[in-house]
Protein backbone atom coordinates (compact mmCIF):
# COMPACT_ATOMS: atom_id res chain seq x y z
CA UNK A 1 0.00 0.00 0.00
CA UNK A 2 2.98 2.23 0.48
CA UNK A 3 4.14 1.89 -3.02
CA UNK A 4 0.55 3.37 -3.50
CA UNK A 5 0.32 6.00 -1.68
CA UNK A 6 4.16 6.92 -3.03
CA UNK A 7 2.50 6.80 -6.54
CA UNK A 8 -0.39 8.96 -5.28
CA UNK A 9 1.49 11.94 -4.20
CA UNK A 10 4.01 11.93 -7.36
CA UNK A 11 0.94 11.95 -9.90
CA UNK A 12 -0.50 15.15 -7.94
CA UNK A 13 3.08 16.79 -7.53
CA UNK A 14 3.70 16.12 -11.30
CA UNK A 15 0.40 17.67 -11.90
CA UNK A 16 1.30 20.47 -9.82
CA UNK A 17 4.57 20.96 -11.21
CA UNK A 18 3.08 21.07 -15.03
CA UNK A 19 0.08 23.23 -13.78
CA UNK A 20 2.55 25.69 -13.04
CA UNK A 21 4.60 25.62 -16.17
CA UNK A 22 1.51 25.91 -17.98
CA UNK A 23 0.68 28.84 -16.37
CA UNK A 24 4.03 30.60 -16.35
CA UNK A 25 4.35 30.37 -19.77
CA UNK A 26 0.48 30.38 -20.78
CA UNK A 27 1.16 27.74 -23.17
CA UNK A 28 -2.76 25.77 -23.41
CA UNK A 29 -1.15 23.01 -24.83
CA UNK A 30 0.65 21.88 -21.27
CA UNK A 31 -3.15 22.06 -19.59
CA UNK A 32 -3.77 18.56 -21.05
CA UNK A 33 -0.73 16.58 -19.48
CA UNK A 34 -1.54 18.06 -16.23
CA UNK A 35 -4.94 17.04 -16.42
CA UNK A 36 -4.02 13.65 -16.83
CA UNK A 37 -1.92 13.21 -14.49
CA UNK A 38 -4.30 14.54 -12.19
CA UNK A 39 -6.91 11.94 -12.90
CA UNK A 40 -4.58 9.57 -12.72
CA UNK A 41 -3.47 10.58 -9.48
CA UNK A 42 -7.45 10.46 -8.34
CA UNK A 43 -7.88 6.94 -9.68
CA UNK A 44 -4.93 5.68 -8.31
CA UNK A 45 -5.85 7.25 -4.31
CA UNK A 46 -9.53 5.90 -5.36
CA UNK A 47 -7.51 2.30 -6.08
CA UNK A 48 -5.12 2.90 -2.40
CA UNK A 49 -8.34 3.76 -0.42
CA UNK A 50 -9.91 0.63 -1.99
CA UNK A 51 -7.15 -1.74 -0.99
CA UNK A 52 -6.63 0.07 2.57
CA UNK A 53 -10.65 -0.61 2.63
CA UNK A 54 -10.25 -4.04 1.90
CA UNK A 55 -7.36 -5.06 4.38
CA UNK A 56 -9.17 -3.10 7.33
CA UNK A 57 -12.38 -4.43 6.85
CA UNK A 58 -13.95 -1.06 7.43
CA UNK A 59 -14.02 2.43 6.04
CA UNK A 60 -10.72 3.62 5.84
CA UNK A 61 -11.95 7.06 7.41
CA UNK A 62 -11.36 6.64 11.33
CA UNK A 63 -8.21 8.13 11.60
CA UNK A 64 -6.57 11.44 11.10
CA UNK A 65 -4.24 9.91 8.18
CA UNK A 66 -6.75 8.64 6.67
CA UNK A 67 -9.13 11.39 6.88
CA UNK A 68 -6.53 13.61 5.41
CA UNK A 69 -6.11 11.10 2.43
CA UNK A 70 -9.95 11.39 1.81
CA UNK A 71 -9.59 14.85 1.87
CA UNK A 72 -6.95 15.31 -1.06
CA UNK A 73 -8.91 12.68 -3.07
CA UNK A 74 -12.43 15.04 -2.67
CA UNK A 75 -10.61 18.38 -3.50
CA UNK A 76 -9.05 16.96 -6.62
CA UNK A 77 -12.80 14.80 -7.56
CA UNK A 78 -14.92 18.04 -6.76
CA UNK A 79 -12.32 20.22 -9.18
CA UNK A 80 -12.68 17.49 -12.14
CA UNK A 81 -16.01 17.95 -11.52
CA UNK A 82 -15.78 21.54 -11.70
CA UNK A 83 -13.84 21.47 -14.12
CA UNK A 84 -16.33 20.35 -16.93
CA UNK A 85 -18.19 23.28 -16.94
CA UNK A 86 -15.24 26.11 -15.77
CA UNK A 87 -11.76 25.48 -16.92
CA UNK A 88 -9.65 27.77 -15.36
CA UNK A 89 -6.01 26.69 -14.82
CA UNK A 90 -5.16 28.41 -11.93
CA UNK A 91 -8.06 27.00 -9.81
CA UNK A 92 -6.47 23.56 -11.05
CA UNK A 93 -3.38 24.37 -9.76
CA UNK A 94 -4.52 25.99 -6.51
CA UNK A 95 -6.30 22.75 -5.64
CA UNK A 96 -3.40 20.35 -7.04
CA UNK A 97 -1.46 22.24 -4.72
CA UNK A 98 -4.07 21.68 -1.72
CA UNK A 99 -3.93 17.99 -2.65
CA UNK A 100 -0.35 17.33 -2.43
CA UNK A 101 -0.34 19.49 0.69
CA UNK A 102 -2.74 17.32 2.44
CA UNK A 103 -1.38 14.33 1.23
CA UNK A 104 2.47 15.58 2.53
CA UNK A 105 0.72 16.46 6.23
CA UNK A 106 -0.88 12.92 5.87
CA UNK A 107 2.63 11.55 5.71
CA UNK A 108 3.45 13.13 9.12
CA UNK A 109 1.14 10.71 10.44
CA UNK A 110 1.18 7.35 11.39
CA UNK A 111 -0.27 4.79 8.85
CA UNK A 112 -1.08 1.38 10.72
CA UNK A 113 -4.44 0.41 10.37
CA UNK A 114 -5.73 -0.07 13.91
CA UNK A 115 -9.26 -1.82 14.66
CA UNK A 116 -12.01 0.68 15.92
CA UNK A 117 -13.86 0.72 19.11
CA UNK A 118 -17.46 -0.84 19.38
CA UNK A 119 -19.60 2.10 18.95
CA UNK A 120 -17.69 3.03 15.97
CA UNK A 121 -17.93 -0.09 14.42
CA UNK A 122 -21.03 1.19 12.42
CA UNK A 123 -22.28 1.72 8.80
CA UNK A 124 -22.99 5.31 9.92
CA UNK A 125 -19.36 6.08 9.83
CA UNK A 126 -18.91 5.37 6.64
CA UNK A 127 -21.46 7.72 5.56
CA UNK A 128 -21.05 11.01 8.24
CA UNK A 129 -17.37 10.95 7.33
CA UNK A 130 -17.78 10.73 3.84
CA UNK A 131 -20.21 13.21 3.50
CA UNK A 132 -18.77 15.90 5.97
CA UNK A 133 -15.43 15.63 3.85
CA UNK A 134 -17.53 16.00 0.06
CA UNK A 135 -18.74 19.36 2.02
CA UNK A 136 -15.14 20.14 2.93
CA UNK A 137 -13.78 19.77 -0.44
CA UNK A 138 -16.69 21.62 -2.00
CA UNK A 139 -15.73 24.57 0.60
CA UNK A 140 -11.84 24.39 -0.26
CA UNK A 141 -12.28 24.74 -4.28
CA UNK A 142 -14.75 27.31 -3.28
CA UNK A 143 -12.21 28.91 -1.43
CA UNK A 144 -9.58 28.75 -4.18
CA UNK A 145 -12.40 30.40 -6.30
CA UNK A 146 -12.64 33.03 -3.98
CA UNK A 147 -9.00 34.45 -3.60
CA UNK A 148 -9.01 34.08 -7.16
CA UNK A 149 -11.48 36.30 -7.39
CA UNK A 150 -10.74 38.85 -5.30
CA UNK A 151 -7.56 38.82 -7.31
CA UNK A 152 -9.27 38.81 -10.85
CA UNK A 153 -11.77 41.36 -9.62
CA UNK A 154 -9.05 44.00 -9.19
CA UNK A 155 -7.86 44.26 -12.53
CA UNK A 156 -9.80 46.14 -15.11
CA UNK A 157 -9.57 44.65 -18.60
CA UNK A 158 -12.21 42.96 -20.42
CA UNK A 159 -11.00 39.76 -19.43
CA UNK A 160 -10.52 39.13 -16.12
CA UNK A 161 -13.71 40.88 -15.22
CA UNK A 162 -14.97 37.98 -17.55
CA UNK A 163 -13.01 35.97 -15.28
CA UNK A 164 -13.88 37.29 -11.99
CA UNK A 165 -17.63 36.53 -13.19
CA UNK A 166 -16.87 32.96 -13.87
CA UNK A 167 -14.89 32.51 -10.58
CA UNK A 168 -18.19 34.54 -8.93
CA UNK A 169 -20.89 31.45 -10.18
CA UNK A 170 -18.22 28.79 -9.14
CA UNK A 171 -17.85 29.86 -5.68
CA UNK A 172 -22.27 30.07 -5.43
CA UNK A 173 -22.08 26.60 -7.33
CA UNK A 174 -19.15 24.89 -4.98
CA UNK A 175 -20.60 26.53 -2.06
CA UNK A 176 -24.29 25.47 -2.57
CA UNK A 177 -22.58 21.60 -3.46
CA UNK A 178 -20.14 21.71 0.03
CA UNK A 179 -23.53 23.18 2.01
CA UNK A 180 -25.93 20.23 1.02
CA UNK A 181 -23.06 17.55 1.97
CA UNK A 182 -22.19 19.32 5.14
CA UNK A 183 -25.89 19.27 6.14
CA UNK A 184 -26.15 15.67 5.47
CA UNK A 185 -23.20 14.83 7.40
CA UNK A 186 -24.31 16.87 10.58
CA UNK A 187 -27.52 15.18 10.64
CA UNK A 188 -26.30 11.31 9.61
CA UNK A 189 -23.31 12.63 13.08
CA UNK A 190 -26.38 13.14 15.06
CA UNK A 191 -28.31 9.94 14.27
CA UNK A 192 -24.74 8.13 15.11
CA UNK A 193 -24.28 9.57 18.19
CA UNK A 194 -27.59 9.03 19.33
CA UNK A 195 -27.32 5.01 18.68
CA UNK A 196 -23.93 5.06 19.78
CA UNK A 197 -24.01 7.27 22.90
CA UNK A 198 -27.90 7.90 23.30
CA UNK A 199 -27.98 11.18 22.41
CA UNK A 200 -28.37 13.53 19.38
CA UNK A 201 -25.94 16.56 20.26
CA UNK A 202 -23.47 17.02 23.00
CA UNK A 203 -21.53 20.63 22.29
CA UNK A 204 -18.76 18.46 21.48
CA UNK A 205 -16.21 21.36 20.63
CA UNK A 206 -16.33 19.51 17.10
CA UNK A 207 -20.42 19.38 17.22
CA UNK A 208 -19.96 23.17 17.47
CA UNK A 209 -17.49 24.30 15.24
CA UNK A 210 -19.23 22.18 12.52
CA UNK A 211 -22.14 24.23 13.27
CA UNK A 212 -20.75 27.46 13.42
CA UNK A 213 -19.23 26.20 9.92
CA UNK A 214 -22.29 25.38 8.67
CA UNK A 215 -24.14 28.60 9.45
CA UNK A 216 -21.40 30.95 8.11
CA UNK A 217 -22.37 29.55 4.89
CA UNK A 218 -25.80 29.42 5.58
CA UNK A 219 -25.39 33.28 5.94
CA UNK A 220 -23.34 33.44 2.57
CA UNK A 221 -26.37 31.41 0.71
CA UNK A 222 -29.08 33.50 2.31
CA UNK A 223 -26.78 36.68 1.38
CA UNK A 224 -26.45 35.60 -2.13
CA UNK A 225 -30.06 34.01 -2.92
CA UNK A 226 -32.39 36.78 -0.77
CA UNK A 227 -30.31 39.89 -0.66
CA UNK A 228 -28.49 39.67 -3.88
CA UNK A 229 -25.32 39.80 -2.93
CA UNK A 230 -22.43 39.29 -5.77
CA UNK A 231 -18.64 40.18 -5.77
CA UNK A 232 -16.46 40.89 -3.13
CA UNK A 233 -18.87 41.03 -0.45
CA UNK A 234 -19.63 37.31 -1.00
CA UNK A 235 -16.33 36.11 -1.58
CA UNK A 236 -15.03 37.49 2.00
CA UNK A 237 -17.71 35.02 3.43
CA UNK A 238 -16.53 32.25 1.19
CA UNK A 239 -12.76 32.70 3.00
CA UNK A 240 -14.01 33.30 6.06
CA UNK A 241 -16.10 30.21 5.79
CA UNK A 242 -13.49 27.77 4.77
CA UNK A 243 -11.10 29.19 7.33
CA UNK A 244 -13.72 28.00 9.87
CA UNK A 245 -13.43 24.56 8.19
CA UNK A 246 -9.99 23.99 8.56
CA UNK A 247 -10.21 25.12 12.47
CA UNK A 248 -13.04 22.37 12.72
CA UNK A 249 -11.14 20.01 10.98
CA UNK A 250 -7.69 20.34 12.28
CA UNK A 251 -7.61 23.11 14.83
CA UNK A 252 -10.28 21.93 17.56
CA UNK A 253 -7.89 18.34 16.95
CA UNK A 254 -5.19 20.48 18.89
CA UNK A 255 -6.94 23.21 20.70
CA UNK A 256 -9.97 21.49 21.97
CA UNK A 257 -9.96 17.99 21.96
CA UNK A 258 -13.67 16.35 23.03
CA UNK A 259 -15.04 12.89 21.45
CA UNK A 260 -14.51 13.84 18.26
CA UNK A 261 -10.52 13.85 18.57
CA UNK A 262 -8.47 11.92 16.17
CA UNK A 263 -5.96 9.61 17.70
CA UNK A 264 -3.11 12.22 16.47
CA UNK A 265 0.25 9.81 16.76
CA UNK A 266 -1.42 6.80 18.66
CA UNK A 267 -4.05 4.53 19.19
CA UNK A 268 -7.88 5.68 19.66
CA UNK A 269 -8.33 8.35 22.77
CA UNK A 270 -11.10 7.01 25.76
CA UNK A 271 -14.13 8.32 23.59
CA UNK A 272 -11.99 7.11 20.02
CA UNK A 273 -11.00 9.04 16.89
CA UNK A 274 -14.56 10.51 15.13
CA UNK A 275 -13.53 11.10 11.81
CA UNK A 276 -15.25 14.53 10.96
Do not use: D
Given at each position: MTLLFNLVFVAY?????????????????????????????????????????????????????????????????????????????????????????????????GSDIKPLMPALQS??????????????????????????????SREGSQSRSETADALDVMVE??????????????????????SAWGSYWTWDPKETWSLITWFIYAVYLHCRFMRGWRGRRAAWIAVAGFASVLFTYVGVNFLLPGLHSYALLAGPSHAGPWAA
Open positions: LAALVVSVVSLCTRRRAVELPALGLLVAGAVLQAAYMAVRWHAAGRAPFSNMFESLVLFSWAIVAVYLVVRVRIKLPVVGAAATLLAVLALAYASAFNWLSVHVFTCFLGYAGFAVSFIGAIAYLVAKTIAFGFLFLTVGIITGAVWAN
